[in-house]
């Protein structure tokens, strides 16, 4: 009996495949369902039908792809190996099929769906927003290995395949139609009868043109490949993201020859599969879907927020919420900042949406409201205004009185905890947190903050919000800092407190780097603003005793707040960072990077320690998706455990010996076990 893939045929004896994986939401390439393919296609091969449909019956869209929880640690590289080799096989026996054959796509096809789409003469995309292609194994570590590479440089052209591959983004239906990764597009009401027409035409696909076949060539692989790996080094470095760099030697030894591509594919890819590199990056996948299943519209679906804070948190939030296509009303006092918001609003939908239709859209859902009238349809209220406890008490005690009891009522608080701003309510249990992360529109993090008194039910709504707005709920306690600034501001001002020391910020910028973080903690600093940093470590210093340096409030006094003011502990020429040299003879302390960290994740610890998050788990999906801490090692609680709790600690004693009690091991170090 088939559970996953159904076949049928109709009058003019066009066989349709259907698939609709079970247990699952959406289509996934498990090995159960690549063992039933290969059924269906000993049928197909059977009866030899005019032509054969391949589509989907999950209404969110093709194939997801390969089914990543069979790729997570215990795999063996020679399984690994024998896997690809069989789906390689399999997918040969569609792409040898006699008749023609047609992938019809809508919503996401991605990585092994799109692989087998490969496999087909045609491919057919619904043209919607909601259709998106792409390859994005780069990110779990690995490079296409179903055939991609070889079927994809065939079908589209080395230049744009290399280019879909190395960098893992998506494509709508149009652009893939564009460069001829898809034959044609329509609309859902057109899909079918376009899929059966061309299926009966039989015009023979495009191709790439002659430029992108000679790319293809030898001698253009080996002047070619040395631009994609300068290219690919902007962005990630060799040593913590391996997958592109093996990819592009991948393509400039075989890709003149399908059949060595297969054989490497299989060879490479199993190999990047077992490494450190891509487990720590599917970890980061399930971390990732893990906060994804915490909310869901069957615990609240919000249609409309009102937004009280026109400066640029309250403005940004605002306008993210309008562009996900909820209803938005912002209030603010002074209407020069709802102006400006507004104009904000505009850049980042003509940015995001490009037609101008859409970015009217987005913009008719975002109304300016000075006097709040907006608060009383809300079905959520976020309040963004400074960090000043008497101010935000007022306006709770406004928008309690003018919402609906079944609403729900948000602080966008970064510090101040919700016991405080709660006392100003009659129905405190009703106040949560939604703690957004600047820039709104690029940070994946929403920190859903409780409280005590909060009512459990109203966690789940906030987390749902996060969902229905397309960022990541993250459970947390009210607490000081709550997760993601609290272990950030130690690692911060150990960065700065080694400027103090006389180290050069390029040489502390470049040893978190070499980490893996994504930027600097100097430079991170400026970009956030040392006035906003001041003031956060100087809320927290008293609570964990935290010492804030010197040149770090000498430059607020003088006007030094970092690139919103173009000077820092850099230099900013019309908004760009100009760096400061460091002399060639300089030699930066051994212990330079280890300063840094370990602040990070003596203070992850504690957090664990103090139950501000549930598990570890969550921690390290808190600090991954909030400050950008280096995805390829895992998360910092896995950082830890990988490098052997006694060592770490012997570590951090040491430090504590070199330069003080900032080291001095968090008594949650002993509960985590083997130590």
């Not at 600093?525 to 809320?539: E, H, R, Y």
């Not at 409030?553 to 003088?558: C, L, S, Y």
């Not at 330079?592 to 501000?612: K, Q």
Request: with cysteine.
């Amino acid at each position: 009996m088939s559970r996953h893939w159904r076949l049928e045929q109709d009058q003019r004896n066009i066989a349709w495949l259907h698939f609709a994986h079970a247990d699952s939401p959406v289509n996934i390439l498990s090995q159960a369902a690549f063992t039933e393919l290969s059924e269906r296609l000993d049928e197909l091969e059977t009866t030899q039908p005019k032509g054969l449909i391949i589509l989907s019956d999950k209404p969110g869209g093709f194939i997801a792809g390969a089914d990543v929880n069979s790729f997570r640690s215990g795999m063996q590289q020679g399984e690994a190996e024998s896997h690809i080799r069989q789906v390689h096989n399999l997918f040969d026996r569609i792409e040898a099929l006699p008749f023609p054959t047609l992938a019809l796509i809508h919503g996401f096809c991605l990585g092994g769906g799109l692989e087998l789409a490969l496999c087909c003469d045609y491919r057919l995309a619904r043209d919607d927003e909601s259709t998106r292609l792409a390859f994005p194994e780069v990110k779990l570590g690995i490079f296409p290995g179903y055939g991609g590479t070889v079927r994809g440089i065939r079908l589209i052209g080395a230049l744009p395949a290399m280019q879909l591959m190395l960098s893992g983004r998506s494509i709508s239906g149009r652009q893939a139609k564009k460069i001829g990764l898809v034959d044609q597009v329509a609309p859902e009401r057109q899909l079918k009868a376009a899929a059966m027409a061309i299926i009966q035409r039989q015009a023979p696909s495009r191709g790439p043109g002659v430029m992108q076949r000679l790319a293809n060539s030898y001698p253009a692989r080996q002047a070619i490949a040395p631009y994609l790996t300068r290219e690919t080094a902007k962005h990630a470095r060799p040593e913590h993201y391996p997958s592109p760099y093996a990819l592009i030697e991948h393509w400039k030894r075989h890709g003149g020859d399908p059949q060595a591509m297969f054989r490497s594919e299989a060879s490479e890819v199993s190999r990047l599969l077992v490494g450190d590199t891509a487990q720590n990056l599917i970890r980061v996948f399930f971390l990732q879907e893990r906060l994804k299943s915490l909310g869901s519209k069957d615990d609240f679906n919000p249609r409309q927020v009102h937004v009280v804070g026109g400066g640029i948190m309250g403005g940004d939030i605002a306008a993210w919420c309008a562009l996900k296509g909820l209803r938005v009303t912002l209030q603010d006092r002074e209407a020069k900042f709802l102006s400006k918001a507004v104009a904000r609003a505009h850049r980042l939908f003509r940015r995001k949406l490009r037609k101008p239709r859409l970015v009217q859209a987005a913009m008719d859902r975002l109304m300016p409201d000075p006097n709040g009238y907006g608060v009383s349809q809300a079905d959520v209220a976020i309040e963004a205004i400074f960090e000043d406890v008497e101010a935000k008490q007022a306006l709770f005690r406004e928008l309690e009185a003018g919402m609906r009891p079944d609403a729900l009522l948000a602080t966008n608080t970064s510090s101040i905890p919700l016991e405080t701003i709660g006392e100003a309510l009659q129905a405190p249990e009703r106040l949560i947190g939604l703690h957004f992360f600047n820039p709104v529109a690029k940070m994946q993090l929403i920190e859903v903050v409780h409280g005590e008194r909060t009512d459990p039910d109203l966690i789940h709504k906030g987390a749902a919000f996060a969902r229905a707005i397309d960022r990541l709920p993250l459970p947390v306690r009210s607490s000081p800092g709550f997760l993601v600034n609290r272990i950030l501001m130690p690692y911060l001002l150990e960065a700065l407190r080694l400027v103090d020391e006389g180290v050069p910020a390029p040489a502390i910028d470049r040893a978190a780097a070499a980490f893996g973080m994504p930027m600097g903690p100097v430079e991170l600093a400026d970009a956030v603003g040392l006035d906003i940093c001041l003031a956060v470590a100087k809320k927290l210093a008293p609570l964990f005793d935290l010492r804030i340096p010197d040149k770090l409030e000498q430059r607020v006094e003088q006007g030094q707040l970092g690139k919103k003011s173009g000077n820092g502990f850099y230099r900013y020429d019309k908004g760009r960072m100009v760096k400061q040299k460091v002399a060639r003879d300089y030699q930066p302390p051994a212990d330079l990077a280890d300063r840094m960290i370990f602040r990070l994740l003596n203070e992850s610890v504690a957090c664990l320690r103090e139950g501000v998050v549930e598990d570890e788990d969550l921690l390290d999906a808190g600090v991954i998706f909030g400050t950008g801490y280096a995805p390829f090692r895992g998360g910092p609680m896995h950082t830890i455990h990988s490098g052997g709790l006694e060592q770490q600690r012997q570590q951090l004693e040491l430090l504590e010996q070199r330069h003080g009690n900032q080291f001095h091991p968090d008594a949650g170090w002993a509960k985590l076990g083997g130590v």
